[in-house]
């Protein structure tokens, strides 16, 4: 069946995701195996990572402090009182035969992400929790073969799995969620946030029901999506054929499917009544874990500054563009260092452009992090402030001083250009008067043209003047003295 856009739009959709955050802990949450990535199969696999006999799970205490200080960045009411339980399910990848997760005391609950919705505004996409569990190992199925080979690796490694309210409603708005989440756990510190290595990962529930109807659709579950951009290709789908299906006069069938990412299709794997009875019961192994208002303070104190304040911080106080701000803020590094930038110079918008602009191409250039970067906060400020001043020209300033001052970070940016020669010459009529005139004899018959109205010319005549000067002119005061005298000058007679 072909959708036109008048039957989707009868419609609306509602998709709730789980995202599972892999946390950057130096050891596992109930084991002191390491929890690195990238190791060779099967090297840090304890006895309780293997469930031998008799191996007792110790809870790794910093895992508690990560998903609290994910909790105060999603507005979480925390609780102090917790506890463990066990999934029981089995497959190859799970040596316990269960998973240890947090079935009815999640360690946060309710809360909600700030996004930004497509119309420009904001939307707060509310949670229903953040809870604490350990990942399953992985199930490598060797290609050409009908043989699966499992890595014990990741099992036990700490995970968060943040559950959303079916509150989004565009397939971009999902992207803006995870966007938003990766985020946070970088500005935290807390995880890589990186889809691609599976350190995020994402299922979504999709339903679809008629426009003013207040009852949810029946829900089916994706997965197997690797790429934000998967995410929201998958919802997209899936909301087509789901509606499709119910414009057929039948019922969606509640169920899980696969995002096939090469063909773009979502596939059955399971129906829902064929699922498991997880038979979930608290964990005999582990005692209930209570948070003291003392460690809790702790973890408030340890917060980091967070995307959404330095948004308002960079919109508000310091009146930069929106699109500027959500840059800047998106990396956190970038983010810190912008922040100090803008705290000592008044010029905060030029001083956005830099940063966005020749700055942020250097650490492109070189693949390199902010952290890296050579220049100090006032250094680069000096930098912008000359040019604001009009010491300095733009063209210099970014052509020549800029690259300059890369190789030598210690050095003052006006010693730098003193040495270049590029000081700014007097930008007074008086100063460039000669200059234009000679440029203005030397061209009789572009002025003429000029005047007849071909004003795009400025760009040449502006260009010749850099020529002459070797662009120590300020360009936007030698563009105004130029024009008044293009306009009034009399050639050719
Ligand atoms: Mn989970």
């Known amino acids: 069946m072909i959708l036109d856009q008048k039957i989707i739009d009868r419609y609306d959709l509602d998709v709730g995701l789980e995202v599972h955050v892999q946390l950057k802990t130096k050891s596992k949450i109930f084991s002191s195996d390491v ?56 497959y190859p990848d799970l ?48 290609p050409g073969s009908d043989r699966t080979q499992v890595d014990y690796n990741r099992a036990g490694t700490p995970l968060i799995e943040i559950v959303t309210q079916p509150d989004i409603h565009h397939a971009e708005e999902a992207s803006a969620v995870l966007t938003a989440i990766r985020r946070l756990v970088r500005y935290l510190g807390i995880s890589d946030g990186n889809m691609e290595e599976g350190s995020m990962r994402c299922d ?11 009852e949810l659709g029946k829900k089916v579950e994706i997965k197997n999506m690797n790429s934000m951009r998967n995410v929201a290709r998958a919802i997209e789908h ?62 408030k104190d340890e917060m980091p500054p967070l995307p959404e304040e330095l948004f308002r911080l960079f919109t508000e106080s310091y009146k930069l563009p929106e699109y500027n701000a959500a840059v800047l803020i998106d990396d956190p590094g970038m983010a810190i260092y912008a922040k100090a930038v803008f705290e000592q110079t008044k010029n905060h918008k030029s001083a956005s452009n830099w940063l966005m602009g020749p700055v942020k191409s ?9 952290a890296d970067f050579p220049l100090r906060p006032d250094a680069l400020v000096a930098l912008v402030d000359l040019v604001e001043t009009k010491v300095i020209s733009h063209t210099a300033a970014s052509q020549q001083v800029f690259p300059e001052l890369l190789k030598q970070p210690e050095a003052h940016p006006k010693e730098v250009a003193e040495a270049l020669g590029v000081l700014t010459e007097d930008g007074d009529e008086e100063s460039l008067g000669p200059i234009i005139a000679s440029v203005i004899n030397e061209w009789p018959d572009k002025v003429k043209a000029y005047q007849k109205g071909k004003k795009g010319l400025i760009g040449f005549f502006m260009g010749e003047m850099m020529k002459k000067t070797q662009g120590k002119i300020d360009p936007k005061s030698a563009n105004a003295i130029l024009r008044e005298a293009l306009d009034t000058v009399e050639v050719g007679k």
């Open 35 to 90: 929890a690195i990535y990238g190791d060779d199969p099967n090297q840090n696999i304890g006895f309780v990572t293997l469930a031998h006999p008799g191996a007792l799970p110790k809870l790794n205490k910093e895992v508690i402090g990560y998903a609290i200080k994910m909790g105060f960045a999603c507005h979480c009411e925390i609780s102090t009182d917790f506890i463990f339980d066990r999934k029981n399910y089995f």
């Open 362 to 370: 250097y650490l492109n250039d070189r693949s390199m992090q902010i």
């Open 238 to 299: 899936e909301r087509k054929r789901q509606i499709a299906i119910l414009e057929d006069g039948e019922e969606v069938i509640s169920e899980t499917r696969t995002f096939i990412a090469d063909r773009g299709i979502t596939r059955g794997m399971r129906t829902k009544e064929e699922l498991n009875d997880y038979r979930y019961f608290p964990e005999p192994d582990l005692s209930a874990v209570h948070v003291s208002d003392q460690w809790m303070k702790q973890l």
């Open 95 to 142: 040596p316990k035969g269960y998973q240890l997760t947090q079935d009815r005391t999640p360690i946060c609950v309710h809360g909600y992400v700030p996004v930004k919705t497509l119309s420009g505004g904001e939307r707060d996409i509310h949670l229903f929790k953040i809870h604490l569990e350990e990942d399953a190992g992985k199930s490598i199925h060797v």
């Open 204 to 214: 979504a529930n999709i339903s679809v029901r008629k426009k003013g109807s207040s």
